[in-house]
């Protein structure tokens, strides 16, 4: 794995990108790293002065999806997608990874010297927007359970939610969602700011901590 980031990172550099240094975890099976661009308008808040590309190796849990890929050009010019064909993850399984990494990831935020990411507020919209998807398929509630355990045994560091059972790690996320006020600001910057949903499509927070709660409690019935 160390191999195969150094020659991912070799490559990107060959084509001319401005990298910042890595951050690996769990034996370079995961790394993220920023890539510089030049704006020509003045960034707003919401958006990151790079881009962030995470990098991820693990077995898919469902098998993967064929799906297009097309820019907002291309819709804007009833040109088909640029990108015709590409492996993705089925949207199933991307929810119950984004409920368990809010799991451990919102309470880690507590903890002194840690890493402080204000877009983890993208999992709790993304979720309202695949509540419907997830609640529909049999498999969601086993897929949660694995990508917890997952999460447990490879990046779980915080003691206090360390060996919790997954409903009381569910459950304790959603109580700090709750009671700060500091999400709920996250999120409309976000949202607001960043979706290209029409306006008043897009859930607001209350509506999608809603939804959130609403697939946690469907998590109950295999715990």
């Given at each position: 794995m160390s191999a195969f980031k150094t020659e991912f990172?070799?490559?990107?550099t060959k084509a001319e990108f401005q990298l910042s240094a890595p951050k690996a975890r769990d034996n370079n099976r995961y790394f993220t790293l920023d890539i510089a661009y030049n704006t020509l308008f003045d960034l707003h808040d919401a958006l990151?002065?790079?881009i962030k590309l995470e990098i991820k190796v693990s077995k898919s849990q469902l098998p993967?999806?064929?799906?297009?890929?097309?820019?907002?050009?291309?819709?804007?010019?009833?040109?088909?997608?640029?990108?015709?064909?590409?492996?993705?993850?089925?949207?199933?399984?991307t929810a119950a990874d984004k409920l368990s990494a809010l799991a451990w990831r919102i309470p880690n935020r507590a903890i002194p010297n840690q890493s402080?990411?204000?877009?983890?507020?993208?999992?709790?919209?993304?979720?309202a927007v695949l509540e419907k998807l997830a609640t529909e398929d049999g498999r969601f509630i086993q897929?949660?359970?694995?990508?917890?355990?997952?999460?447990n045994d490879t990046v779980v560091k915080n003691k206090s939610i360390y060996g919790l059972s997954n409903t009381e790690k569910l459950d304790n996320m959603l109580t700090i969602?709750?009671?700060?006020?500091?999400?709920?600001?996250?999120?409309?910057?976000?949202?607001?700011?960043?979706?290209?949903?029409?306006?008043?499509?897009e859930p607001d927070f209350d509506k999608a901590l809603d939804a959130l709660k609403r697939l946690v409690h469907i998590t109950r019935a295999k715990y």
């Open positions: 990172i070799k490559s990107l990151r002065p790079h993967i999806q064929e799906m297009p890929v097309g820019s907002f050009l291309a819709k804007l010019a009833n040109q088909p997608p640029e990108v015709k064909c590409i492996a993705c993850m089925d949207p199933v399984e402080n990411d204000p877009t983890l507020v993208r999992h709790i919209h993304d979720l897929l949660v359970a694995k990508s917890m355990q997952i999460d969602l709750e009671y700060s006020s500091e999400y709920r600001w996250e999120y409309d910057q976000f949202v607001k700011s960043v979706s290209y949903a029409p306006a008043g499509a």
